[in-house]
Structures are given as C-alpha cells and as structure tokens.
C-alpha cells in the first residue's frame, strides 16, 4: 500500500477514540452548514438579478458552488487544526468533495451537450461509477499497484512496443479533448444560432464547420499528446479520399449536396415544397439528409443529393405562403356560374385564406356525370397544414350549395347502382 495512505488511515483510525475526531467533525459540519448557507442567499441573489444569457453559466457553477465552498471552508479548518492535531479525516473529507465536485461539472456539462434520453444516462453512471471507483482505488492505496499492473502488460502495434497503461490514457486523452470540443461547439453554436440578422442556413453551415473543426483540432492535440506520429493521417486521408471516390461517393455526394443547399439558401427550415410526391414542410436540413412534414404527421427523410438532381417545387421561396386546393363536381342541371360564384364567396369568409392573390375558381372539365370544378386558394402559414381548411371549405360550400339549389355531381358507383335500381 502507498505510504502516504497508509498514514492517512493510521491517523484517522488513531484519532477516532480522542477528542481530534470530534474536533474534526464539528470543522466539517460548520463548513457544511456556512457553504448552504453562503450557497442558498448566493444563488438567490444571482438568479434574481442576473440577465437570462448568463442563467446557463450560473447553473453550470450552482453545482459545484456547494462541493467547492465546502472545500474551502474545510481546508480553513484544517490549516488551523493542523497545528494541534492529525487532520487525516480533514484530509479525507477534502477529497470527497473534491471528486464530488468533478462528477456534478462532467454531469452538468454532458447534459449540456448530449439530448434527453438512454445514452445521456448512461454517460452519467459511466462517469460517476468511473470516479467513485478511481477514488476508492486512490484511498485504498491500490492505485500505484493497479498501474504498475497495466504497465507490466506490454504488445505490439506493429513495430512499436506499447503496454495497456499508456493506451488506457491515450483513450482517456481522446474522450476528454472531444468531449471539450463538444462543449465549446456547443456554446458557440448556441450564441450562433441566436444570431437573428444571419440567415437560417448560413447559421447551419457556420455550427456544422466549426464542430467539425473543433472535432479535428481536438483529434489532433490528444493523438499529440500521447505521443503518436500524426503524419500517418496523410496517408490515411488519401486512403480515404479513394475510398470516398470509390466506394462512398453516393455519401459524399449527399454531404456536399446538403452543404450547396445551405449556401445557395434555395431552400430554408419553414418552407413548404414538393419533392417527387412529397408535399409539406421543411422540418430540418442536416449534412446527408432532409427531414419533410407532411401534412398527414408523418416525416420523410429526402437524401441531400435527390433535391440536387431532381426538380423542387418550392411554394414559398419568394413569399411565405401556401396553395391549398379542393376539387368536387356539379351536375349539368345546376348554375355554373352561380356554383363557382358562390365557391369564390365561401373561400372569402375564411381567416387563413389571403385576399391577395384571390381565391380563384376555375372549370377542370366535363365528364359524364358533371362538370368538374376546382378552387385554389392562399395561406399565410402553409406549415399549420390544409386539412382542416379543405374540411372547413368543403362543408360551408355543400351547405351553400344546399340552399342554393346547386346539386353535386354523382360519382360514377352512385350512377351506375342508380341505374341498376332503376
């Protein structure tokens, strides 16, 4: 066992049967009691006056203002403690907190970065399971012991000879450089996209470079660190660069097409296009695909690359606004005239549908059973939807049409099962 842990225990053992642990206690709960205290009117005081851009910050320091105040206040102790008396549970104590204060900022900061779900809290006991466990090998004097063990484990990655211990820290080196990186991108990220006077895809494109920036500085430092040659990504990144012009060019070409959509702004988050069949609005632009509402609530994800090589309609590019359509069919003895007058009325009584352009009926054609007329109209907000419009217009039209003596058109199973009962 370490020396210095050895005493450490020795000490506290020693002096818990005198008047040094009681000393020692009564240190720890008067610090405790101070830092709620300084912490509670603190963070009151703060949140209370402090503009909301910095409420994130704050909440970030609120975690760890408790564990580190307490700190504080028990090192106080101690160093006047220290001149009468052992101060190992002092000590002790000091480093409870300490690794307290570590696992609430790794906390804070993983929420931060990482979306609600399974995988942040399995990050959380990761890492609180990973200090607590590295604490306990500390206090128990079997550390030094368990990385002279992984170090004594030696092999080979091709002509260089490396034990377990230095790629157990190259691994814990990369973690913590991405994990940085994240973070940073995150908060740059956030100030960006607050950006109003910025273009929504220049914002995209702006978060999207520099994350991916930030993620190979990063690679680059912690394989620096431990010591690897990163010349070798020379040739790795001309091993990929025929890879991608081989085998994954289909990937590139969605990558390189989502960041052409971003940059020409033909198309934004909020705007209302056709795709093929597709018909609803933009509900994101990521890197490889696109993500479409439809109206009926269901999402289909568009590759980058079909929006390149494909026509789109795009319904609100130059103004934001919609076309919502309904069609039905009259009979031959009703007033045409009289029908598409009273359709153009009824679509002017409701609140969505824009005055400018007017709503405008027009005859479709003639069929058997009736003439086949058609009504188009415009909204302000095309991504609310049309279906509850069309429903609202449908119905207003067939109770006009009811008091006006206008007949619908009969489909063509109502004719023929009218023709077999006749």
Known sequence: MNPEIHLLWKEMLADLSTTAALWELT???????????????????????????????????????????????????????????HTSLL????????????????????????????????????????IWVVLALHLSGLLPEMFQVLEDIKFKIGK???????????????????????WISRFIENKVMRAEHVSVNLRVVMTK????????????????????????????GGALGVGLGLGLQRIASNYVSGFIILLDKSMEIGDVITVDKHYGVINDLRSRYMILAKQDGTHVIIPNEALITTAVINHSLIEHKGRVQINLSISYKSNLERAMALMHDEAMQQERVLMKPSPDVIVKG?????????????????????SALQSSLYLSIWRTFEA?????????????????LA
């Not at 034990?163 to 994240?182: E, G, P, R, S, Y």
């Open 27 to 85: 240190i720890i709960a008067v610090a405790c009691s101070i830092a709620l205290a300084v912490n509670g009117a603190l963070r009151a005081y703060v949140m209370r006056n402090a503009p909301e851009k910095w409420k994130l910050g704050i909440g970030g320091a609120n975690r760890v203002l408790f564990p580190l105040s307490t700190l504080i206040f028990v090192q106080i102790g101690k160093i006047i403690l220290s001149h009468w008396q």
């Open 91 to 130: 000590q002790l104590t000091s480093t409870l907190l300490f690794a307290m204060a570590v696992i609430r900022l790794a906390v804070y900061a993983i929420r931060y970065i990482v979306a609600p779900g399974g995988l942040l809290k399995t990050l959380e006991n990761t890492i609180s399971t990973s």
């Open 160 to 182: 260089h000879p490396v034990d377990l211990l230095l790629v157990m820290q190259a691994v814990l080196t990369i973690l913590v450089t991405i994990f940085i990186a994240l």
């Open 209 to 236: 470079l520099l994350r991916m920036l930030l993620l190979t500085i990063a690679l680059l430092i912690a394989l620096s660190a431990v010591g690897l040659d990163i010349t070798f990504l020379s040739v790795f």
């Open 366 to 386: 003639f069929t058997e059973n009736g003439i086949d007329l058609s009504l188009t109209v415009w909204v302000m907000n095309p991504e609310s939807g049309g």
């Open 404 to 420: 006006n003596g206008i007949v619908l058109a009969k489909s063509d199973a109502a004719a023929k099962l009218a023709e077999m």
